[in-house]
């Protein structure tokens, strides 16, 4: 029986002409056959640019060995859902019901009565991911349809639970679900600080991590009290003194509850991921276009982190240095503790004269006792029902600064850390593509480049450090395989240069190579590293992510952005030790409950196809998509003949305009090229 698809003006049908399924259209002889033939109907549905429509195809239709078990015991009939948009939505309906999702392709089983009693999307060639295969599923149907004809409702329930038993026994060890994140939140709601913001006492650490897992819980399932502490918490802290209201940037930690004296010591690694989840908690907050007071906050905090990076830890190399000192001499030859940080009322006025520096003094929280060490005070912005006039304001912070400037200045650290410059090209890289500021992307350009050309050898093995562009002698530990993997894929998402993904890609081998324990579980040094009494492996976050969530983050993405399997795998495995951790000590894996958040998503895949990435549509779909909310989303932009990207492959334009592509879990959503449809598929 041959293919009938042939002379089919359905570019998606004509895509499938020549598979060795024998195809038929929708149509009454199909159905009519099936009767004759007292055979179920596949049904398959689809449309010419869903990119999981044609793996599927190239794993199970174009492959002999299925073509010849669909032949013989089904009839098999392929639709294109724009072609008929009503038989997909009668099946889809179906499908969702059953299921609770739905997408593309649409795989669906029928009777010769075009009754529908077994439902799927997109089946794999082999068993992953918790999916049966696609062998398993028509073996399944055909037995059921075989040997209790009267019962194939009933006999498909049952498959569709052995199925969901499967899955369960496949996965449910290894990642956390709902429970453990339900968990998780309610544990951190428990140590939450109502009054300050934060958690725990003093001394008190920016939870950075922990407040990206409150925000994409939030915009996964509607938690408001999750976006209140995150709000909260931001807000207290960039109003205190631990945020630099002068210069940007955060010390390394509050040595009281209230965020007012900092340890004024100023990390890379804090700033990166702070500069992150404030960009974040903007786009969060500023919805419909619309700022609040929170996300005004949040904007300012995110951009004036990212310069101070820039201004103040950038290295001639194009790297960031590592730290900026406490200490700094205080103009009599002793080095003291926050030296260059703090103002005394006298101090103001000598800058800015009387009436300014009463008025700065006001809105800076600056006293006659001050608020630090022998009368001093660290600059913060109280609460305070005063309206203050935004010039003068902003003319005193100038003055302030310019004055700040001419006092010695804390030293600087000038090594390159391999993992932190990772986390700052991610923050960078995002500010600069939601602000509009390509300036930012340009320095996290500069600093990925320095990383390719200094630490990375020929075989994509990654030394720890460098300074002055020479490389140390140190490999590269689990950490910055993985954020530095994690800035390579928020560079592809934002330019666009499929070479960041490569990169990404090479560094991640290691990670499976190299860095994974028979069982899934993480290393911290390499296989072949220097052997010590004991290989370390932790899997808790602190001042930043751990490598083991780190690489898991890093993994999911990648995955996400190529459909590799085995970084995916790696991923569900490493999530395993986030099940255990998070219900019980959750402010200690903020980072691997961040990567569950997203694992629970999808994470969904965007692809953006323009005639030119300098179109303005292109570039409105492209910012929508960066500027979504669904955790862990990636993103991909080219053109349509673009071979940057995997998840170009086959996107076309609709209607000769600039296209989005949104898919989850290898099935997709309609293409859409309205900015304002792909903000809500988002999240945004």
Not at 173 to 199: H, I, M, N
Not at 495 to 521: I, K, M, P, Q, Y
Not at 545 to 559: E, K, R
Request: glycine fraction near 10%; aromatic fraction near 8%; charged fraction near 25%.
């Amino acid at each position: 029986m041959p293919n009938r698809l042939a002379h089919e003006t359905s570019p998606y049908l004509l895509q499938h002409a020549d598979n060795p399924v024998d195809w038929w259209p929708w149509s009454a002889e199909a159905f009519e056959e099936a009767r004759k033939a007292n055979k179920p109907v596949l049904l398959s549905v689809g449309y010419s640019s869903c990119h999981w429509c044609h793996v599927m195809a190239h794993e199970s239709f174009e492959d002999r060995a299925t073509a010849d078990f669909l032949n013989e015991h089904f009839v098999n009939i392929k639709v294109d859902r724009e072609e008929r948009p009503d038989v997909d939505a009668v099946y889809m309906e179906a499908v969702q019901a059953a299921t609770g999702q739905g997408g593309w392709p649409m795989t669906v089983f029928l009777t010769p009565e075009a009754e529908p009693f077994y439902f799927g999307t997109y089946f794999p060639p082999s068993p992953r991911q918790g999916m049966p295969s696609f062998r398993q599923v028509l073996e399944g149907v055909r037995h059921a349809w075989t040997d209790r004809r009267d019962e194939v409702a009933e006999v498909a329930g049952k498959i569709v639970r052995d199925l969901s038993g499967r899955e369960m026994s496949y996965g449910d060890a290894q990642a956390p679900g709902e429970e453990q994140l339900a968990a998780a939140l309610l544990g951190l709601t428990r140590e939450y600080d109502e009054q300050r913001g934060g958690f725990g006492g003093a001394p008190k650490f920016p939870p950075s991590m922990v407040v990206e897992f409150l925000l994409r819980h939030h915009a996964r399932t509607g938690a408001e009290g999750a976006l209140q502490m995150a709000r909260d918490t931001c807000e207290r802290m960039a109003r205190g003194g631990i945020h630099d209201q002068l210069g940007g940037g955060f010390a390394r930690y509050s040595v009281d509850r209230d965020w007012i004296v900092p340890h004024f010591e100023k990390m890379l690694y804090d700033n990166a991921l702070l500069c992150r989840v404030y960009a974040h908690l903007w786009r969060s907050t500023a919805r419909d276009g619309v700022a609040d007071e929170c996300s005004d906050l949040a904007r300012r905090v995110a951009l004036d982190t990212a310069d101070f990076m820039v201004r103040e830890l950038r290295t001639n190399e194009g790297g960031f240095a590592s730290a900026l000192d406490a200490d700094s001499d205080d103009g009599t030859g002793r080095h003291v503790e926050g030296a260059y940080y703090v103002w005394t009322p006298e101090q103001l006025r000598e800058v800015l004269g009387e009436q300014d520096a009463d008025l700065a003094a006001q809105y800076f929280g600056v006293t006659e006792e001050g608020t630090f060490e022998h009368g001093q005070s660290v600059l913060q912005l109280p609460q305070q029902d005063t309206v203050f006039e935004a010039e003068r304001i902003e003319s005193i912070r100038r003055r302030l600064l310019d004055a700040r400037a001419q006092r010695p200045a804390p030293g600087r650290d000038d090594k390159i850390v391999a993992a932190w410059n990772g986390l700052a090209i991610a923050a960078l890289a995002e500010t600069g593509a939601y602000f509009d500021r390509p300036d930012l992307v340009e320095a996290a350009l500069g600093a990925a480049d320095l990383l390719v050309r200094v630490h990375l050898d020929e075989q994509a093995r990654l030394s720890r450090t460098s300074k002055d562009g020479q490389v140390g002698a140190n490999a590269g530990v689990l950490e910055d395989y993985a954020d530095v993997a994690e800035g390579f894929l928020a560079l592809a998402s934002v330019t666009g240069e499929g070479v960041w993904l490569d990169f990404a890609g090479f560094l991640l081998d290691h990670v499976l190579t190299r860095f994974t324990g028979s069982e899934g579980g993480l290393f911290d040094t390499a296989a072949d590293a220097e052997r010590l009494i004991r290989r370390p492996q932790d899997p808790t976050d602190n001042a930043v992510p751990s490598g083991w969530t780190a690489a898991a983050g890093a993994l999911l993405s990648y995955a996400a952005q190529t459909g590799a399997e085995p970084h995916r795998e790696a991923a569900e495995k490493a999530l395993g030790v986030v099940k255990a951790l998070g219900p019980r000590v959750p402010r200690f894996v903020g980072w691997g409950l961040a990567v569950a958040e997203a694992y629970l998503d999808g994470p969904k895949e965007v692809a953006i196809v323009g005639p030119a990435l300098t179109d303005d549509a292109t570039k409105a779909l492209h910012r929508t998509a960066l500027l979504g909310t669904a955790p862990g989303a990636v993103v991909a932009v080219g053109t349509p003949d673009s071979d940057e990207l995997p998840l170009l492959a086959d996107r076309t334009l609709v209607n000769g305009e600039p296209t989005a592509y949104v898919c989850r879990h290898f099935t997709c959503q309609a293409p859409t090229t309205d900015a304002e449809a792909l903000r809500v598929a988002l999240g945004g």
